[in-house]
């Protein structure tokens, strides 16, 4: 069974940086998947911010976090990344990763298009 566990969540201090992991396993080898990190801050409804395709070939972030976010992956390691840079107490939220499978290389950052999901990791932003 497709099992994606997120960490690297904490408090952090307004300006800092910090990367989250996602480790995927239980995935078929059959297809590639593609891979969205998505938030939900207190108060507030489910935000897609990034998202990878299988190869690395096709990345997309949301306005909110364009410029300051990066998403990466290692599918040697079956990992994949997103280092945040320039917090703010506006990214306070709890980081979920998701994963679809696809075949093509191609990804989303629409949660509806996801069927596998994390537990979430929760960055809090505050000085």
């Known amino acids: 069974q497709f099992q994606l566990v997120e960490s690297g969540g904490g408090l952090v201090q307004p300006g800092d940086s910090r990367r989250l992991s996602c480790a995927a396993s239980?995935?078929?080898?059959?297809?590639?998947?593609?891979i969205g990190w998505f938030r939900r801050g207190r108060g507030k409804g489910r935000e897609g911010i990034s998202c990878?395709?299988?190869?690395?070939?096709?990345?997309a972030y949301a306005d909110s976090v364009k410029g300051r976010f990066t998403i990466s992956r290692d599918n040697a390691k079956n990992i994949v990344y997103l280092q945040m840079n320039n917090l703010t107490p506006e990214d306070s939220a709890v980081y979920y990763c998701?994963?679809?499978?696809?075949?093509?290389?191609?990804?989303?950052?629409?949660?509806?298009?996801?069927?596998?999901w994390g537990q979430g990791t929760h960055i809090t932003v505050s000085s």
């Open positions: 998701a994963a679809r499978y696809s075949t093509t290389d191609t990804c989303s950052t629409f949660d509806d298009e996801y069927m596998f």
């Open positions: 239980g995935f078929s080898s059959e297809f590639g998947f593609a």
């Open positions: 990878i395709s299988d190869s690395n070939g096709h990345t």
